[in-house]
């Protein structure tokens, strides 16, 4: 029965299970006791307006919080209630899918029907990867006959309906009746193809109007869509020629096993696989495990990550196979029921032969190493006191390939994820009718043999492309723990089997396949091959074949000393330099090996030290003095008690609301809370020297936008609205950073932010109605806090503690970078009315006071973002050798002296 | 439609029963609102519930037709309309029933067919004979098929030879019409033919079949696997209907009547 209300509020909801979408139920106010629902335009269509509403009566009705309420009009675009995670989601169906983000993979596992509903009125082009995700699951859990019957019946029918039904709408068809529509059949002409039966009265009825066209466009949008394929049937019936639509999918059969390994295969125990963690870095490292995109071509599906320890599923939107990851290895019960098992270990983990516990496995065993961070690991270098601890394993997989230049995966992935990805990878290609597991079991080794080593690489389609070497996908296997350059007789002879194969994407068509490469090789490495190639890739110019051919100068045997890893060592010279040379290694320097080498005459870097590497290799670059590398490993320096809250990282933006300016000024003028609206801040997402045009945004924390709809209607309206796009955190995720941007600096301080990860240093003074972007840091000070931070001392200090990404840029952080550099004397810490602290000049030194009044009145007043601070020479130079001469340092100290003078000091204020 | 108090009831349908062919036992469909169904499940049987409208505990099917709307009349939409859950049970899965009627009497009850009813004609003088044979009888007659029977499409000629003083056939005839499928907002409960027992029904070998929606596939916050396991245990075969919160009753009647239908007629009902 519809009613006359042409406007509710969608306030509450009937749940038909506790995830998906929910019947949204309206009401004319929020304590109203009369409840309705609303009539979509178009029966089962998420993107059609509401055309009306009618009373219902249930006891089920669930209210939503009232900062969700949403005011529905009959005219406005239908709004859902979707259920997931005890979170009930309100907006339209784009608006959702933008709110579920975070959870789009568990949603796909566990309700990817319910997904697949969502993501077909979410405005995408494409759905073929949901549909699929759908297809596999109704087909592992019902079979076959259920998931055919379901996409042909649920899937596509009903979409070929709401299409029907828009083009009758929108061309004011009389309205179509029922039984017509009951009417539309989708029958199946083969195994791989449904022919679209239109009743004739519905198919007259279309001609009359001129929609037929409409209706194919329309239909081949949801091909596309849908990724199925589309095509016209002509057929006579009764002396009647009839056109049809048939839309066809791939068959998803999985394509069977290579012929050449049918013979002697394997068996496949289920294709499962385990992973056993042991170790600090192991853990680290298997966090990141998830299950790959990708299936080999000889499995029929793809695979879930599951944590025996927590109970839980890990992720694996595709699969139905299972990863079983555990420190424990009496939950993997049987063990013999494991096609492959992993050990994932830190070096120092091993002590006696673990394989032995292993002893009931019967699959694939696999040894990969928790690759350290600052060096290689011990065992896949061959560099263990015995080498006995991981004898008895299959094989050992080359984790170090996560830290090559070469690497063939995603060049954004960070190292630890990198290195689950080659742990996992290695597992899954292993599994089943694999023909790396056959090489690797036809090569089974004696126990008294070295366990060999595994190297894999998937070539994407991307990767490669701007290599300038043809040898690039060869390349794609190299590391430090073996060598570069197939084409070497020496890499030849340490290759023991080599196999190609491919992998299918799982969220693209079914036969897109990427090809991939594999080789098993003797455990011995062979750096300066390996090191070469990284010089050649970063400058091929200058690091040509001509510079291996030439001896490098015999390394003093001193140096090699202060080296862990003394024979992974690449030295060559620079012709500029009278004595010395440079030596590429493999682990990162300790300033005692810095120091001994600069005596005489060498400089150490870290093959993946390249932005020193390309600097180096320019011609004249380093003429007068060699450069303090980036990769160093530094002494424990400890977090410094006076500095501590110092410095506060920009605003977390998950914890603020933004505005845009016409939004903003839109919301203040109807807003009657003064205290909400001094809440506002604008928003500071970049450095005015970055020259960059910022359009102006406001911030409010959610949690005082949350405080304040009690009492004001405005801010309520305002969260409604944003709540229907985003979920209110329940608490803030970093409140003393929020604290800290909203406080405004006491005792006439002025606040600064420094850039993350820039060095030379960018800073400037914001105003006090601004807040940072959390690409910031924030400081409060007086002029010292632009003079010291822009120092040649904060820069080395900088450089040397930055934490350094594979994966993104450089950062810098509160605890490493801020809080453990000391501060020199001639500086003093303040805390006005006892808040948070300040950076100031001390009193004492007078002539640091003199300079900073110089210095601010030249730049800081003057717009002096507007000039490169790197570039000033006075006063800062003078600044800068003040705050040297701080430290006991002259003017000329070279990089290294600072640093290790900073060391010296944060280990002396630590006590 | 008024209820007899203690005279006796003009039950002319009855002599009007002709089976035609139309199978002498038929199956018969339950239908509930999900949440209801899962405590069905749970119990493992179809209970009877204390009726309003003959004020005794009875259970009620309708013979082939998964009819359940409540429309004009009910003044409101309920729970059952929004999240139908529908059983087919065998046909001998009930051998004595306690009443036969040719359309919802808890409908004709409240009134919901009023506008078409003789105002002069009693619910008791409508009910047909407490056997199976009377359903294929009233079938024959009123819709010559048991297809047309599915559609609610009555015999054109059903009246032909029908004298006015017939009033209670020819009420039926008038109140049957609502249920026509060329009616946009047909009301199938006036041509479904209830059949009411008055003992519970065991859910093993007598459902043969449910009808529910796609999301009890899925196994998410709540596990839905246990259902699913539960119908398997009970040798329940089922099929799912593609539920919407923008999908009105009346489409969901329609999708479930096709999913209806096609399982009859596989298993050679049709």
Not at chain 1, 77 to 88: C, E, R, S, T
Not at chain 1, 170 to 197: F, G, H, M
Not at chain 1, 621 to 630: D, H, I, T, V
């Amino acid at each position: 029965m519809e009613v006359g209300s042409d406007k509710l509020l969608l306030a509450g909801y009937v749940a038909l299970t506790e995830h998906g979408f929910a019947l949204p139920c309206f009401a004319s106010s929020p304590k109203s006791n009369a409840w309705h629902t609303a009539i979509s335009l178009i029966e089962g269509d998420h993107c059609a307006s509401v055309r009306g509403f009618e009373l219902f009566e249930s006891d089920e009705i669930r209210a939503l919080p009232q900062e969700s309420h949403c005011s529905v009009s009959i005219g406005d675009p239908w709004l859902d209630v979707f259920l997931w995670g005890g979170a009930a989601y309100v907006g339209t169906p784009e608006e959702i899918w933008k709110a579920i983000q975070i959870t789009i993979d568990e949603i796909s596992r566990k309700a990817p029907l319910t997904l697949l509903d969502l993501a077909l009125f979410s405005n995408r082009d494409f759905v073929g990867d949901h549909v699929c995700d759908a297809t596999n699951f109704l087909r592992n859990h019902y079979g076959h006959a259920k998931a055919a019957a379901w996409r042909r019946d649920m899937l596509v029918r009903h979409q070929v309906l709401i299409r029907l039904r828009r083009v009758v709408a929108e061309s004011q068809i009389p309205e179509v009746a029922a039984r017509t529509w009951s009417a539309v059949e989708l029958v199946d002409c083969s195994d791989d193809a449904l022919e679209i039966r239109l009743p004739n009265e519905l198919r007259q009825t279309l001609d009359q109007a001129g929609q037929q066209g409409r209706v194919t466009r329309e239909i081949e949008g949801l091909a596309r869509l849908l990724n199925i394929s589309i095509a016209e049937s002509r057929s006579e019936s009764r002396g009647v020629k009839q056109q049809s639509l048939v839309l066809g999918y791939d068959a998803d059969q999985a394509d069977p096993p290579h012929d050449s390994l049918s013979n002697d295969a394997p068996l496949a125990r289920d294709a499962r696989i385990a992973v056993i963690v042991s170790g600090r870095r192991a853990r680290a490292i298997a966090r990141y495990a998830m299950a790959p995109e990708w299936t080999p071509v000889w499995l029929d599906g793809g695979y879930q990550v599951r944590s025996l320890d927590e109970k839980r599923e890990k992720g694996g939107r595709y699969g139905w196979r299972t990863i079983d990851i555990t420190e424990n290895l009496s939950e993997l019960t049987p063990i013999s029921a494991y096609d492959v098992i992993v050990y994932l270990a830190d070096d120092d983990e091993i002590e006696g032969p673990v394989a032995d516990r292993l002893n009931e496995a019967q699959g694939l065993t696999l040894f990969a190493p928790a690759l350290p961070v600052d060096e290689p690991s011990k065992h896949l270098v061959n560099y263990t006191d015995n080498g006995f601890g991981i004898h008895g394993f299959d094989i050992i997989i080359d984790t170090s390939i996560a830290r090559s230049p070469f690497w063939s995966g995603s060049p954004r992935r960070a190292f630890d994820r990198r290195i689950a990805d080659v742990v996992i990878e290695a597992a899954v290609l292993c599994a089943g009718a694999s023909p790396v597991a056959h090489q690797i079991a036809k090569r089974r080794h004696r126990f008294d043999e070295p366990v060999p080593l595994l190297t894999l690489a998937l070539l994407r389609p991307n990767y490669g492309l701007e290599a300038r070497d043809a040898f690039r996908p060869a390349l794609a296997l190299a590391s430090e723990s073996t060598w570069a350059f197939a084409r070497s007789l020496r890499s030849r002879a340490g290759s023991l089997a080599t196999v190609d194969f491919d992998i299918r994407m799982l969220d693209r068509g079914l036969h897109d396949t990427v090809p991939g490469i594999g080789e098993i090789r003797d455990r011995q490495p062979h750096f300066e091959d390996f090191a070469h190639a990284v010089l050649q890739d970063i400058n091929p110019e200058r690091a040509s074949p001509s510079l291996l051919n030439k001896p490098s100068r015999t390394v003093p045997p001193d140096v090699l000393r202060e080296l862990r890893f003394p024979d992974l060592r690449f030295g060559f010279s620079l012709r500029p330099l009278k004595r010395g040379g440079v030596l590429v290694v493999s682990e990162a320097p300790s300033l005692k090996a810095l120091r001994r080498a600069e005596k005489r005459g060498w400089l150490i870097v870290r093959y993946t030290d390249r932005e020193t590497l390309r600097d180096l290799l320019l011609p004249g670059k380093y003429a007068e003095q060699l450069p303090l590398p980036s990769d160093i490993l530094l002494p424990k320096v400890r977090r410094l008690q006076q500095n501590r809250g110092l410095v506060a990282r920009g605003i977390d933006p998950r914890d603020v609301v933004r505005f845009d300016q016409k939004r903003f000024e839109a919301w203040r003028i109807e807003a009657k809370q003064l205290h909400l609206l001094n809440k506002f801040r604008r928003y500071r997402t970049s450095l005015k020297s970055d020259g960059r045009s910022q359009s102006l945004e406001y911030v409010v924390p959610w949690p005082d936008l949350k405080a304040a709809r009690k009492d004001d209607p405005a801010a309520g309206r305002l969260l409604g609205r944003q709540a229907g796009i985003m979920r209110s955190p329940d608490a803030p995720k970093r409140p003393s950073d929020l604290r800290a941007a909203w406080s405004e600096p006491l005792g006439g301080a002025r606040r600064f932010i420094v850039k993350d990860g820039v060095i030379p240093i960018s800073i400037e003074e914001i105003d006090k109605d601004e807040v940072p972007a959390q690409r910031f840091f924030i400081l409060d000070g007086d002029a010292s806090v632009p003079a010291l931070l822009g120092s040649r001392a904060f820069s080395v200090w900088a450089r040397s503690t930055l934490s350094r990404s594979t994966s993104w840029m450089s950062r810098f952080s509160v605890s490493g970078t801020f809080e453990t550099f000391p501060i020199p004397d001639c500086f003093e810490i303040r805390r006005p009315n006892g808040g948070p602290p300040q950076l100031w000049a001390g009193d004492t030194n007078k002539r640091l006071r003199g300079l900073l009044e110089e210095f601010e009145l030249e730049y800081l007043n003057l717009g002096w973002w507007q000039k490169d601070v790197g570039k000033l020479r006075s006063p800062y130079r003078k600044l800068d050798n003040i705050i040297l001469a701080a430290f006991d340092l002259s003017g000329d100290a070279t990089d290294l002296d600072i640093l290790e003078r900073l060391v010296q000091s944060n280990l002396a204020a630590s006590g | 439609m008024k209820r007899r108090e203690g005279t006796v009831a003009d039950k002319q349908l009855q002599l009007r029963a002709r089976p035609d062919g139309i199978p002498s036992k038929l199956p018969l469909v339950h239908v509930t609102a999900v949440g209801i169904a899962k405590e069905i499940v749970k119990s493992r049987k179809l209970e009877t519930r204390k009726c309003p409208v003959f004020e005794r505990k009875l259970l009620y099917f309708f013979a082939m037709r998964p009819a359940y709307r409540l429309k004009e009349g009910d003044a409101k939409s309920h729970q059952v309309n929004r999240f139908p859950f529908v059983f087919i049970v065998a046909p001998n899965a009930v051998d004595e029933l306690y009443h036969v009627y040719p359309f919802d009497t808890g409908g004709a009850f409240r009134g919901v067919f009023s506008e078409q009813a003789d105002p002069y004609v009693f619910l008791e003088d409508y009910e047909l004979a407490p056997d199976h044979s009377a359903i294929a009888g009233q079938i024959g007659w009123a819709f010559g098929n048991l297809r047309a029977y599915l559609d609610g499409n009555i015999r054109s000629d059903v009246l032909d030879g029908v004298p006015r003083h017939e009033t209670v056939t020819r009420g039926f005839v008038d109140i049957t019409r609502l249920a026509r499928s060329g009616s946009n907002q047909p009301d199938q409960r006036a041509s479904a033919i209830e059949v009411a027992v008055n003992r519970d029904v065991e859910l093993k070998d007598n459902v043969k079949l449910v009808i529910l929606p796609k999301q009890y596939l899925e196994d998410a916050s709540v596990s839905n696997s246990n259902f699913m396991d539960q119908l398997r245990a009970e040798g329940i075969a089922w099929e799912v209907y593609d539920w919407q919160p923008n999908t009105t009753p009346n489409e969901f009647q329609n999708e479930i009547t096709r999913i209806a239908q096609a399982w009859f007629e596989t298993n050679k009902y049709l």
